[in-house]
């Protein structure tokens, strides 16, 4: 069976800080997927990336960035210098890239992020 | 803009009515999904469907059933709402062969009384 943990239930930090959110996940699959959804206070699901498994190059996008790492079971997500728009909920999830699982997310809890001014 | 609409955002309902949730979506995704949100528990996977009239249990489809007749619209049924059902639902859709890419609903917060 899949698994996503987030360890971190809230995180609180001060605008301009950076934050790293913890992701760890188990799977018997060869081939699979990780993702990153951000849900705002308002309550819909934002989708931030995709990482296949065979690709553990690390991701920069603008503030946001992933470090994937097969031989930890991690992919982690930083926001550097944050803003107080970045204050949300966010998802790490799973998918097996085939059978009869292909397209169903597994998410993880969810780590509350409250950047203040 | 694409859009996933949620019929209701606040329902209340008593214990043993049925219940409706509906969902459309105006991409048409082939893909549609019904997870339910709980503190702690992260976002669960109810049920699914790949096409019209094409439907598969989630990881908890207990006490819930599902409808497609038409490709935008998915609906979630509780067909006798209990205590332990009062969540937060969220609707989803996805494209085909695009693993992953979900485009969700703002979500309907039942709560059974």
């Known amino acids: 069976a899949q698994k996503v943990t987030q360890a971190q239930t809230e995180i609180s930090v001060v605008e301009k800080e950076d934050v790293t959110l913890d992701c760890v996940y188990e799977?018997?699959?060869?081939?699979?997927?990780l993702f990153w959804y951000k849900q705002p206070p308002s309550g819909e699901l934002v989708f931030l990336i995709r990482?296949?498994?065979?690709?553990?190059q690390n991701e920069i996008s603008g503030r946001y960035s992933w470090n994937f790492q097969k031989s930890t079971s991690s992919f982690n997500f930083t926001i550097t210098a944050s803003q107080v728009v970045d204050s949300a909920v966010y998802f790490c999830?799973?998918?097996?890239?085939?059978?009869?699982?292909?397209?169903?997310?597994?998410f993880g809890q969810g780590t509350i992020l409250t950047v203040h001014p | 803009d694409v859009k996933v609409t949620q019929s209701s955002r606040y329902l209340v309902k008593r214990t043993g009515e049925k219940v409706f949730l509906e969902c459309v979506q105006d991409?048409?995704?082939?893909?549609m999904f019904w997870y339910r949100q709980d503190p702690g528990l992260g976002l669960r996977l109810i049920y699914f469907?790949?096409?019209?009239?094409?439907?598969e249990k989630g990881d908890i489809p207990e006490g819930y059933s599902v409808s497609r007749e038409k490709k935008e619209r998915f609906s979630l049924i509780l067909e006798s709402a209990s205590t332990n059902q009062t969540s937060m639902y969220l609707c989803?859709?996805?494209?085909?062969?695009?693993?992953?890419?979900?485009?969700f609903g703002e979500g309907s917060r039942l709560t059974v009384l």
């Open positions: 989803a859709s996805s494209p085909p062969l695009v693993v992953g890419e979900l485009f």
């Open positions: 799977t018997r699959d060869t081939t699979y997927y």
């Open positions: 990482r296949n498994s065979f690709d553990e």
């Open positions: 999830a799973l998918s097996s890239a085939g059978g009869t699982s292909y397209g169903k997310l597994t």
């Open positions: 991409m048409d995704h082939e893909n």
């Open positions: 469907s790949y096409d019209v009239k094409m439907k």
